[in-house]
């Protein structure tokens, strides 16, 4: 079993910044690509950030200059810090990770439960 748990989510104004964390447990032998997605209301989800396990990362056009995503590895975690945020940053923000259970798995993603973030002008 693999879970991913995000937090850090929450109500801020406008300019303000957030650090979303989200950590991956259970039975994980690697983990490759992580990253976040995000939904607003009525919109589809769509990529905000990703980083492979070396350190590779894109943006969505949305984001850059602002959002920076990062990990750790030996914790199995992914981080976003969020800057200079819009009210158009409003969204669940859901964390994904490519993770391979066993030797010989195929990697499968997951996906977190998700967390709100609300961005007020």
């Known amino acids: 079993q693999v879970q991913l748990v995000e937090s850090g989510g929450g109500l801020l104004q406008a300019g303000g910044s957030l650090r979303l964390s989200c950590a991956a447990s259970?039975?994980?032998?690697?983990?490759?690509?992580m990253g976040w997605y995000r939904q607003a209301p009525g919109k589809e989800r769509g990529l905000v950030a990703r980083?492979?396990?070396?350190?590779?990362?894109n943006y969505a056009d949305s984001v850059k200059g602002r959002f920076t995503i990062s990990r750790d590895n030996a914790k199995n975690t992914v981080y976003l810090q969020m800057d200079s945020l819009k009210v158009e940053d409003t969204a669940v923000y859901y964390c994904n990770g490519l993770i391979r259970r066993n030797r010989v798995d195929t990697p499968t993603p997951y996906w977190g439960q998700g967390t709100q973030v609300t961005v007020s002008s």
């Open positions: 259970g039975s994980i032998f690697s983990i490759n690509n």
């Open positions: 980083i492979t396990s070396n350190g590779i990362t």
